[in-house]
């Protein structure tokens, strides 16, 4: 019982004593040299020079990845608190761009991450019973989910590119937002009037100068010459009509301006640039997992896992739910808004 | 031991004889419930290999009882079995079925119109739901060391802190705001 180590009692390296995790020494081996570390060192070939017991280097580890999460959350806060300013300043904005998101990629986005935190949380499981197989079985799932997210993201992100849906001076939206399905479902009355004056202003824009028909923005008052009567009454919606563009946000208060004036609200492209940055930091942070995971697959194929050592494992999960934790609150922040 | 009674009320005397008297058997009587051992060197060691894991001791029995593999290696390996709680799988499906309906419904509830404020209460109310699930079941938080806890809530104290003094620093500042707005309104 006592042998293995009085045997290594005298050498500090771990490593020149690799016995299997199976040793033969029961709880009695509490009794002997506690003073000397070796024994336990030498029965876990994973456990670093500089901590005592297996569960010190789990703990330790534990609490420096609780550190390092703290510092994510408020890494993140600040994307965070930028959003919160922004939507209590310019609700309007908000309302006008998240019919430019896919609600159902989001979504669908959502679940594949939350699936992704069982299989991440069952591999910590896994890892702590020592079963391999399932434990790597469940690593290549959660980074299956992992490349899943990441490719609806591109989906997401392509088509705001060719829908000049960017951030700052990028952002020249290609669609107006009474075109878009997700507008029309919400307001029809609202998208098919907004479609009058959209014709009506382009109409005027047309002849005077070529530039380029821009619904959404300010004519030039005179140019109004087709249908005089007609125009005018367009642009002068009476109250039952203005009501749904009132509703639907397309216009602001009459008091503010007498003519209906169909506009994106000034500042939307600041919403882009709010929505790239928080998914994008979201979707780096999704990148980096992919890695961490990578490297864990690599470990458990080498059966470095086991009830004394999985910390890892545990570690590597806790940021991926983060990481999940975050995706909680970006989806209906940014794709459910109402 | 029944000496020490009377002598109780004078702080200095009691000291003395805390120190007089062998402190280890007074420790394990609180902190190792195995006090029949008699030799000094074994028990010294039970009670710094038990020091550690102390805390999770009830955590542990529960993992030993609900996974007899886990404790049987952990016998194996002779010394600080059961590192953590391990989660049953039941539990693990159990919130994720729980996060997926609740994701399902926050989307659904955009379909009510509650107003401005109140869609967004209720998403915010859904979102926390759901990640308090995350955090208490897949992240362990309910059978990791408080310490641990603490330190997440701090991040999410000061999270708070500051979503909320800015909030109100610009609900302040609202009057300033919408003067400068008319004034840009006017001359646009």
Not at chain 2, 54 to 77: F, L
Request: a negative charge; one cysteine or more.
């Amino acid at each position: 019982m006592a042998e293995p180590s009085t045997e290594t009692r005298g050498s500090a390296k771990p490593a020149s004593a690799p016995p299997p995790p199976h040793t033969d020494h029961g709880h009695d081996d509490h009794g002997h040299g506690h003073e000397a570390h070796d024994p336990i060192h030498a029965a876990n070939p994973h456990l670093a020079h500089h901590f005592d017991t297996p569960q010190q280097q789990f703990d330790a580890g534990k609490l420096g990845i609780w550190l390092f999460l703290l510092t994510e959350v408020l890494f993140f806060s600040g994307l965070f608190c930028a959003y919160t300013v922004y939507r209590a300043m310019h609700p309007e904005v908000f309302v006008y761009a998240h019919y430019f998101l896919d609600t159902k990629l989001g979504a669908v986005n959502t679940c594949v991450l939350l699936i992704s935190s069982l299989t991440a949380a069952w591999a910590v499981r896994n890892a702590q019973l020592a079963e391999k197989k399932a434990l790597m079985l469940n690593i290549v799932i959660t980074i299956a989910c992992a490349f899943t997210f990441m490719s609806v993201k591109y989906v997401e992100y392509a088509h705001k590119y060719h829908d000049g849906l960017l951030p700052g001076k990028a952002f020249q939206p290609k669609e107006q937002i009474w075109e878009l399905k997700s507008f029309r479902d919400k307001h029809p009355e609202a998208a098919e009037y907004a479609e009058k004056l959209a014709k009506l202003d382009e109409k005027k824009a047309t002849p005077p100068a070529a530039a380029p028909a821009e619904a959404g923005k300010t004519a030039p008052a005179e140019a109004g010459k087709a249908e005089p009567a007609e125009a005018e009454r367009i642009e002068r919606p009476t109250e039952e009509e203005l009501e749904p563009l009132l509703a639907a946000g397309l216009v602001g208060p009459r008091s503010l301006d007498p003519s209906a004036h169909i506009s994106r609200p000034r500042m939307a492209h600041v919403f882009f640039g709010i929505y790239f940055f928080m998914t994008g930091l979201h979707g780096f942070h999704v990148l980096i997992g992919i890695g961490i995971w990578v490297w864990m697959l690599v470990k458990a194929s080498k059966g470095h896992f086991g009830p004394a050592y999985f910390g890892p494992v545990d570690f590597t999960a806790l940021y991926w739910h983060l990481v999940d934790l975050i995706w909680i609150y970006l989806f209906p922040l940014l794709y459910l808004i109402h | 031991m029944s000496d020490d009674k009377p002598e109780a009320d004078k702080p200095e005397a009691t000291e003395t004889e805390a120190a007089s008297t062998p402190p280890p058997s007074t420790e394990a009587d609180h902190t190792v419930r195995t006090t029949e051992t008699v030799a000094t060197p074994e028990e010294r060691s039970k009670l710094q290999l038990s020091d550690e894991p102390k805390p999770d001791e009830p955590k542990k029995n529960n993992s030993h009882d609900k996974h007899a593999p886990a404790a049987a290696h952990d016998h194996g390996d002779g010394h600080d079995h059961g590192l953590a709680h391990t989660m049953p799988i039941a539990l693990l499906f159990g919130v994720l079925g729980a996060l997926l309906a609740l994701t399902v419904a926050t989307v659904a509830v955009t379909a009510i119109d509650l107003g401005a404020q109140g869609n967004l209460i209720v998403a915010m109310v859904i979102a926390t739901v759901k990640a308090l699930l995350v955090c208490t079941f897949f992240m362990h938080l309910l059978w990791d060391k408080k310490f641990n806890l603490v330190l997440f809530l701090t991040s999410v104290l000061f999270l708070i802190l500051f979503l909320g003094m800015t909030t109100a620093d610009r609900a302040e500042n609202q009057q300033a705001i919408d003067q400068y707005r008319a004034l840009q309104l006017g001359v646009k």
